[in-house]
Nanobody, 119 residues
Framework: QVQLVESGGGLVQPGGSLRLSCAAS????????MGWYRQAPGKQREMVAS???????DHADSVKGRFTISRDNGKNTVFLQMNSLKPEDTAVYYC?????????????WGKGTLVTVSS
């Protein structure tokens, strides 16, 4: 059974930092692209950052220079370091594992962790 378990969310003041972690099943971690998405109240889920099995990363324009995605292959864990947090970063953050072959895409999702940026 594939599992993605997020941790590290919480309440932080504007300008502060948090690090999210996502522990993934070993069966998918080595071959899937891992990513972080977020969904704010009343908004659609959006991609925040992704990292391929080879380590290539992509970050949304809204978080470039502030957030950094990384992965520890030995621990089957992906991280999202979030610095200079803003109130607009408040959302539920979801870990994602994706495999794409041609037109077929397989996605797994964690249950999410809430990040609240507020003074």
């Amino acid at each position: 059974q594939v599992q993605l378990v997020e941790s590290g969310g919480g309440l932080v003041q504007p300008g502060g930092s948090l690090r999210l972690s996502c522990a993934a099943s070993a069966s998918i971690f080595s071959t899937y692209t891992m990513g972080w998405y977020r969904q704010a109240p009343g908004k659609q889920r959006e991609m925040v950052a992704s990292i391929t099995r080879g380590g290539s990363t992509d970050h949304a324009d809204s978080v470039k220079g502030r957030f950094t995605i990384s992965r520890d292959n030995g621990k089957n864990t992906v991280f999202l370091q979030m610095n200079s947090l803003k109130p607009e970063d408040t959302a539920v953050y979801y870990c994602n594992a994706k495999s794409t072959a041609g037109s077929l895409s397989i996605n797994y999702w964690g249950k999410g962790t809430l990040v609240t940026v507020s003074s």
